[in-house]
C-alpha cells in the first residue's frame, strides 16, 4: 500500500510565527487531504487538495503530485492552531488504496502565547 | 450543517462483552468508512463500504469484528468478545464518492478492561 510520511514530528511555535508541514507518499494518488485533530480529539478537515494550491484564511496547502509530496502552510499562528496535523492520501484507481485514506503518523504543533 | 455522528461517544466495557458503535453518515454519502486511532498504530482504515456494499473489511479482525449498513442511515462496527486490545477511538467518515473529500465524525472511545 501507499506511503505516507510527515515531518516534523514535533513543532513548538511562539505565537505569530509561520510554519510548514510536509507530506511524502509513494504513489499516485487521486485524494489527499490534511486534518487538523483538536485536543478533544476531532479530526477537522482542512484541505482537500490532491495536487495545485489552496488557501483558507491563515492556513494554505500545496500538492506537487508529480513529485509525490504536499505541504501544509500556517501563518501568524495562534494558540489554537495546536493540535496534531494529520495528511492521509488514498491511491488511484485499480490500485489496492483506491477510495481509502492512508493516515501518516502526524505532526504535533504546540504554540505557545 | 451536515455531520457524522456516532454513538456512544464514550464506552466503558469488560473484556469478553459485546459492543456495538453506530454511525449515522452524512445524507446523500454513499461512501462510508470505519477507521481505528492508537497511540500504536496512529490512524488505520477498518471497514469500507459503498452504497451499503462492503468494499472492504481486510483492515478487520474478522473472528471478533463485524460492519454492516441495515440502511444508507445507518453504519454499525460490532466486536464480540471484545479484549483489552480494542480499546481505542473508532471513527467514522462518510463521503460522496470514492475520490472524494471524507468527513468524520466525532468518535467513540472505547475502553475495555
Known amino acids: 500500500g501507499i506511503q505516507v510520511e510527515q515531518s516534523p514530528p514535533d513543532l513548538i511555535l511562539q505565537e505569530g510565527a509561520n510554519s510548514t508541514l510536509r507530506c511524502n507518499f509513494s504513489?499516485?494518488?487521486?485524494?489527499l487531504q490534511w486534518f487538523h485533530q483538536n485536543p478533544w480529539g476531532q479530526l477537522i478537515n482542512l484541505f482537500y487538495?490532491?495536487?495545485g494550491t489552496k488557501q483558507n484564511g491563515r492556513l494554505s496547502a500545496t500538492t506537487v503530485a508529480t513529485e509525490r509530496y504536499s505541504l501544509l502552510y500556517i501563518s501568524s499562528s495562534q494558540t489554537t492552531d495546536s493540535g496534531v496535523y494529520f495528511c492521509?492520501?488514498?491511491?488511484?484507481?485499480?490500485?489496492?488504496?483506491?477510495?481509502?485514506?492512508?493516515f501518516g503518523q502526524g505532526t504535533i504543533l504546540t504554540v505557545h502565547p | 450543517d451536515a455531520r457524522v455522528t456516532q454513538t456512544p461517544r464514550h464506552k466503558v466495557t469488560e473484556m469478553g462483552q459485546e459492543v456495538t458503535m453506530r454511525c449515522q453518515p452524512i445524507?446523500?454519502?454513499?461512501?462510508v468508512f470505519w477507521y481505528r486511532q492508537t497511540m500504536m498504530q496512529g490512524l488505520e482504515l477498518l471497514a469500507y463500504?459503498?452504497?451499503?456494499?462492503?468494499?472492504?473489511d481486510s483492515g478487520m479482525p474478522k473472528d471478533r469484528f463485524s460492519a454492516e449498513m441495515p440502511d444508507a442511515t445507518l453504519a454499525t462496527l460490532k466486536i464480540q468478545p471484545s479484549e483489552p486490545r480494542d480499546s481505542a477511538v473508532y471513527f467514522c467518515?462518510?463521503?460522496?464518492?470514492?475520490?472524494?473529500?471524507?468527513?468524520f465524525g466525532p468518535g467513540t472511545r472505547l475502553t475495555v478492561t
Open positions: 487538495i490532491p495536487s
Open positions: 445524507l446523500g454519502h454513499n461512501t
Open positions: 467518515a462518510s463521503g460522496p464518492g470514492a475520490v472524494y473529500e471524507q468527513y
Open positions: 504513489d499516485s494518488v487521486n485524494n
Open positions: 492521509a492520501v488514498a491511491g488511484r484507481a485499480g490500485g489496492t488504496s483506491y477510495g481509502k485514506l492512508t
Open positions: 463500504f459503498r452504497n451499503r456494499a462492503p468494499l472492504d
